[in-house]
Protein backbone atom coordinates (compact mmCIF):
# COMPACT_ATOMS: atom_id res chain seq x y z
CA UNK A 1 0.00 0.00 0.00
CA UNK A 2 1.53 3.80 -1.03
CA UNK A 3 2.21 5.74 1.65
CA UNK A 4 2.46 9.61 1.00
CA UNK A 5 4.23 12.51 3.07
CA UNK A 6 1.78 15.84 3.46
CA UNK A 7 3.92 19.20 2.80
CA UNK A 8 1.80 20.07 6.38
CA UNK A 9 3.78 18.39 8.46
CA UNK A 10 6.63 21.05 8.62
CA UNK A 11 4.43 23.92 8.41
CA UNK A 12 2.23 22.33 11.32
CA UNK A 13 5.19 21.52 13.39
CA UNK A 14 6.88 24.87 12.95
CA UNK A 15 4.07 25.87 15.47
CA UNK A 16 4.99 23.27 17.86
CA UNK A 17 7.75 24.41 20.53
CA UNK A 18 10.57 22.35 20.48
CA UNK A 19 10.82 21.04 23.74
CA UNK A 20 12.93 18.16 23.84
CA UNK A 21 16.26 19.05 23.87
CA UNK A 22 18.29 16.11 21.66
CA UNK A 23 19.89 14.84 24.61
CA UNK A 24 21.01 11.67 23.59
CA UNK A 25 18.30 9.56 25.06
CA UNK A 26 16.05 8.70 21.85
CA UNK A 27 16.13 9.69 18.04
CA UNK A 28 13.05 11.85 16.96
CA UNK A 29 10.88 10.28 14.25
CA UNK A 30 11.45 12.45 10.91
CA UNK A 31 9.48 12.24 8.00
CA UNK A 32 11.77 12.59 4.76
CA UNK A 33 13.09 15.76 4.37
CA UNK A 34 11.11 16.80 7.24
CA UNK A 35 12.14 17.85 10.16
CA UNK A 36 9.51 17.09 13.22
CA UNK A 37 9.65 18.92 16.73
CA UNK A 38 8.73 17.51 19.76
CA UNK A 39 5.41 18.92 21.34
CA UNK A 40 5.56 21.19 23.80
CA UNK A 41 5.56 19.14 27.29
CA UNK A 42 5.56 16.04 25.85
CA UNK A 43 8.05 13.56 26.01
CA UNK A 44 9.47 9.64 26.16
CA UNK A 45 12.26 7.39 27.70
CA UNK A 46 13.03 4.12 26.27
CA UNK A 47 14.54 2.47 23.50
CA UNK A 48 13.72 3.73 19.75
CA UNK A 49 12.13 6.72 18.32
CA UNK A 50 9.62 8.60 20.14
CA UNK A 51 7.15 10.45 18.46
CA UNK A 52 6.55 14.44 18.83
CA UNK A 53 3.61 13.33 21.36
CA UNK A 54 6.43 11.48 23.29
CA UNK A 55 4.85 7.58 22.20
CA UNK A 56 7.83 5.09 21.90
CA UNK A 57 7.77 3.14 18.51
CA UNK A 58 9.24 -0.13 20.06
CA UNK A 59 6.20 0.11 22.62
CA UNK A 60 3.65 0.85 20.43
CA UNK A 61 4.82 -2.12 18.07
CA UNK A 62 4.65 -4.31 21.03
CA UNK A 63 1.26 -3.37 22.51
CA UNK A 64 -2.16 -5.53 22.25
CA UNK A 65 -5.09 -4.39 21.30
CA UNK A 66 -8.05 -4.83 23.39
CA UNK A 67 -12.06 -4.28 23.31
CA UNK A 68 -11.24 -0.91 20.56
CA UNK A 69 -12.01 -3.16 17.75
CA UNK A 70 -14.87 -5.08 19.05
CA UNK A 71 -16.43 -1.55 19.99
CA UNK A 72 -15.69 -0.24 16.69
CA UNK A 73 -16.65 -2.88 14.74
CA UNK A 74 -20.16 -3.09 16.33
CA UNK A 75 -20.64 0.80 15.75
CA UNK A 76 -20.23 1.01 12.11
CA UNK A 77 -21.33 -0.48 9.05
CA UNK A 78 -19.78 -3.70 7.60
CA UNK A 79 -16.64 -3.46 5.39
CA UNK A 80 -16.94 0.62 6.07
CA UNK A 81 -13.83 2.56 4.85
CA UNK A 82 -12.00 4.23 8.40
CA UNK A 83 -9.63 7.04 8.51
CA UNK A 84 -8.08 6.29 11.40
CA UNK A 85 -6.37 9.31 12.64
CA UNK A 86 -3.43 8.61 15.02
CA UNK A 87 -3.05 4.93 14.53
CA UNK A 88 0.67 4.66 15.65
CA UNK A 89 2.02 1.35 14.98
CA UNK A 90 -1.11 -0.61 13.82
CA UNK A 91 -2.26 -1.22 16.54
CA UNK A 92 -5.95 -1.39 16.08
CA UNK A 93 -5.25 -1.23 12.44
CA UNK A 94 -3.97 -4.70 11.84
CA UNK A 95 -7.45 -6.11 13.89
CA UNK A 96 -9.91 -3.83 11.88
CA UNK A 97 -8.23 -5.12 8.54
CA UNK A 98 -8.90 -8.58 10.01
CA UNK A 99 -12.19 -7.48 10.16
CA UNK A 100 -12.92 -6.75 6.80
CA UNK A 101 -12.93 -3.23 6.79
CA UNK A 102 -10.65 -0.82 4.55
CA UNK A 103 -8.32 1.54 6.48
CA UNK A 104 -6.67 4.92 5.77
CA UNK A 105 -4.05 5.18 8.74
CA UNK A 106 -2.96 8.38 9.69
CA UNK A 107 0.09 9.92 11.94
CA UNK A 108 2.66 12.12 11.81
CA UNK A 109 5.37 10.01 12.57
CA UNK A 110 6.76 7.90 9.69
CA UNK A 111 8.84 5.48 12.26
CA UNK A 112 5.27 4.64 13.40
CA UNK A 113 3.50 4.32 10.01
CA UNK A 114 6.29 1.93 8.77
CA UNK A 115 4.65 -0.57 11.09
CA UNK A 116 1.44 -0.87 9.69
CA UNK A 117 1.09 -3.04 7.01
CA UNK A 118 -2.39 -3.65 4.58
CA UNK A 119 -3.47 0.10 4.84
CA UNK A 120 -2.88 3.12 2.99
CA UNK A 121 -0.73 5.05 5.36
CA UNK A 122 -0.46 8.71 4.81
CA UNK A 123 2.71 10.49 7.25
CA UNK A 124 0.64 14.40 8.12
CA UNK A 125 -0.47 15.92 11.69
CA UNK A 126 -4.28 15.23 11.75
CA UNK A 127 -4.90 19.22 12.51
CA UNK A 128 -3.50 19.61 8.72
CA UNK A 129 -4.96 16.80 6.86
CA UNK A 130 -7.52 17.71 4.04
CA UNK A 131 -7.59 14.72 1.74
CA UNK A 132 -10.19 16.23 -0.20
CA UNK A 133 -12.28 12.95 -0.16
CA UNK A 134 -14.88 11.51 2.70
CA UNK A 135 -14.62 8.36 4.90
CA UNK A 136 -17.71 5.90 5.96
CA UNK A 137 -16.19 6.27 9.21
CA UNK A 138 -13.53 8.98 11.11
CA UNK A 139 -11.70 7.83 13.75
CA UNK A 140 -9.85 9.88 16.83
CA UNK A 141 -8.93 7.18 19.22
CA UNK A 142 -6.22 7.32 21.95
CA UNK A 143 -7.19 10.12 23.94
CA UNK A 144 -6.10 12.81 21.53
CA UNK A 145 -9.35 15.18 21.80
CA UNK A 146 -7.91 15.85 25.24
CA UNK A 147 -4.61 17.32 23.61
CA UNK A 148 -3.47 20.62 26.14
CA UNK A 149 -3.69 22.93 22.99
CA UNK A 150 -7.24 24.08 22.22
CA UNK A 151 -6.20 25.47 19.26
CA UNK A 152 -5.02 21.83 18.48
CA UNK A 153 -8.15 20.19 19.36
CA UNK A 154 -9.98 22.13 17.23
CA UNK A 155 -7.89 21.39 14.50
CA UNK A 156 -7.89 17.78 14.94
CA UNK A 157 -11.60 17.74 15.35
CA UNK A 158 -12.18 20.13 12.22
CA UNK A 159 -10.17 17.67 10.28
CA UNK A 160 -12.85 14.47 11.44
CA UNK A 161 -15.87 16.71 9.99
CA UNK A 162 -14.07 17.57 6.56
CA UNK A 163 -13.26 14.12 6.43
CA UNK A 164 -16.63 12.21 7.53
CA UNK A 165 -18.88 11.12 4.55
CA UNK A 166 -22.70 12.95 5.17
CA UNK A 167 -24.29 9.71 6.10
CA UNK A 168 -20.93 8.92 7.98
CA UNK A 169 -19.90 8.69 11.94
CA UNK A 170 -17.04 10.18 13.65
CA UNK A 171 -15.85 7.97 16.57
CA UNK A 172 -13.94 9.58 19.20
CA UNK A 173 -12.09 7.67 22.27
CA UNK A 174 -12.01 10.30 25.28
CA UNK A 175 -10.44 9.69 29.11
CA UNK A 176 -12.91 7.88 31.69
CA UNK A 177 -14.26 10.30 34.42
CA UNK A 178 -11.38 9.60 37.04
CA UNK A 179 -8.42 9.39 34.53
CA UNK A 180 -6.72 12.52 36.48
CA UNK A 181 -7.48 11.56 39.87
CA UNK A 182 -6.60 8.23 42.31
CA UNK A 183 -2.83 8.36 40.97
CA UNK A 184 -1.05 6.11 40.63
CA UNK A 185 -2.71 3.21 39.77
CA UNK A 186 -1.62 0.47 36.92
CA UNK A 187 -3.04 -1.92 34.74
CA UNK A 188 -1.42 -5.42 34.36
CA UNK A 189 -1.90 -6.34 30.88
CA UNK A 190 -2.60 -10.44 30.34
CA UNK A 191 -0.07 -9.85 27.88
CA UNK A 192 2.34 -9.58 30.79
CA UNK A 193 3.07 -6.20 30.82
CA UNK A 194 1.93 -3.20 33.73
CA UNK A 195 0.95 0.41 32.36
CA UNK A 196 1.17 2.71 35.20
CA UNK A 197 -0.40 5.98 35.31
CA UNK A 198 1.95 7.87 38.16
CA UNK A 199 0.84 11.39 38.37
CA UNK A 200 -1.10 14.48 36.66
CA UNK A 201 0.39 17.15 37.60
CA UNK A 202 -1.46 21.18 36.59
CA UNK A 203 0.17 23.21 34.38
CA UNK A 204 -2.02 26.01 33.92
CA UNK A 205 -4.97 26.86 32.24
CA UNK A 206 -6.34 23.44 32.95
CA UNK A 207 -4.15 20.97 31.50
CA UNK A 208 -2.32 18.48 33.32
CA UNK A 209 1.24 16.81 33.18
CA UNK A 210 -0.03 13.33 33.17
CA UNK A 211 3.44 11.02 33.16
CA UNK A 212 2.96 7.22 32.50
CA UNK A 213 4.87 4.52 32.39
CA UNK A 214 5.07 0.78 30.38
CA UNK A 215 6.91 -1.95 32.07
CA UNK A 216 7.70 -5.12 30.11
CA UNK A 217 9.83 -7.90 32.11
CA UNK A 218 12.76 -6.94 29.70
CA UNK A 219 12.44 -3.00 29.22
CA UNK A 220 10.50 0.03 30.29
CA UNK A 221 9.02 3.25 28.40
CA UNK A 222 7.72 6.28 30.06
CA UNK A 223 6.08 9.21 28.51
CA UNK A 224 5.07 12.84 29.82
CA UNK A 225 2.32 14.52 27.48
CA UNK A 226 0.02 17.14 27.90
CA UNK A 227 -3.87 16.48 28.71
CA UNK A 228 -6.59 18.88 29.38
CA UNK A 229 -9.64 16.85 31.19
CA UNK A 230 -13.07 17.91 30.01
CA UNK A 231 -16.74 17.18 31.45
CA UNK A 232 -18.93 15.15 29.04
CA UNK A 233 -20.85 18.64 28.53
CA UNK A 234 -16.88 20.04 27.81
CA UNK A 235 -16.79 17.53 25.29
CA UNK A 236 -20.08 17.67 23.74
CA UNK A 237 -19.33 21.48 23.33
CA UNK A 238 -16.05 21.04 22.08
CA UNK A 239 -17.49 18.96 19.50
CA UNK A 240 -20.54 21.14 18.65
CA UNK A 241 -17.43 23.82 18.00
CA UNK A 242 -16.95 21.58 14.64
CA UNK A 243 -20.54 21.24 13.88
CA UNK A 244 -20.14 17.72 15.12
CA UNK A 245 -23.05 16.12 17.51
CA UNK A 246 -22.79 12.98 19.95
CA UNK A 247 -25.40 11.25 18.40
CA UNK A 248 -24.94 8.12 20.93
CA UNK A 249 -22.09 6.65 24.14
CA UNK A 250 -21.18 3.36 22.88
CA UNK A 251 -19.81 2.36 26.38
CA UNK A 252 -21.26 2.71 29.72
CA UNK A 253 -18.21 4.93 30.82
CA UNK A 254 -18.56 7.02 27.66
CA UNK A 255 -15.38 6.57 26.95
CA UNK A 256 -16.20 6.24 23.14
CA UNK A 257 -18.78 8.33 21.47
CA UNK A 258 -19.72 8.06 18.34
CA UNK A 259 -20.77 11.15 16.67
CA UNK A 260 -22.33 12.86 13.48
CA UNK A 261 -22.77 15.99 11.00
CA UNK A 262 -24.39 18.52 13.38
CA UNK A 263 -28.01 18.17 11.14
CA UNK A 264 -26.84 14.57 9.31
CA UNK A 265 -29.06 11.96 10.45
C1 LIG B 1 -0.80 7.08 22.05
S1 LIG B 1 -0.30 6.69 20.41
C2 LIG B 1 -1.66 5.64 19.95
C3 LIG B 1 -1.47 4.93 18.66
C4 LIG B 1 -2.68 4.06 18.25
N1 LIG B 1 -3.89 4.86 18.11
C5 LIG B 1 -2.92 2.97 19.25
O1 LIG B 1 -3.93 3.01 19.95
O2 LIG B 1 -2.08 2.07 19.34
C6 LIG B 1 -0.68 8.24 19.61
C7 LIG B 1 -0.25 8.29 18.14
O3 LIG B 1 -0.83 9.45 17.57
C8 LIG B 1 0.15 10.18 16.86
N2 LIG B 1 -0.23 11.60 16.99
C9 LIG B 1 -0.46 12.27 18.14
N3 LIG B 1 -0.86 13.52 17.87
C10 LIG B 1 -0.87 13.62 16.52
C11 LIG B 1 -1.22 14.67 15.63
N4 LIG B 1 -1.66 15.85 16.08
N5 LIG B 1 -1.11 14.44 14.31
C12 LIG B 1 -0.69 13.23 13.83
N6 LIG B 1 -0.37 12.20 14.63
C13 LIG B 1 -0.46 12.40 15.95
C14 LIG B 1 1.46 9.85 17.50
O4 LIG B 1 2.53 10.00 16.58
C15 LIG B 1 1.23 8.39 17.93
O5 LIG B 1 1.63 7.50 16.93
Given at each position: ?25 A ?69 L??R ?5 A ?6 M ?13 I ?47 R ?7 N????R ?31 V ?46
Amino acid sequence: MPGICTKAVLASLDRVNHAWGGNGRAEVGRCPGMELRMREGHHGTGPGTITPDGCAVELYARLTAGTEPDIIAAAVPVGAHILELGCGAGRVTRPLLERGFTVTAVDESPEMLRRVRGARTICSPIEDLDLGETFDVVMLASFLVHTGDAEVRRGLLRTCARHVAQDGCVLIQREGADYHVNLPRERVDPAGYTVRVLSAEPVGDGVNAVHTEYVFPDVTWTQTFRSRPMTTEQFEEALAEADLKVDRYLTKDRMWARAAREGAH
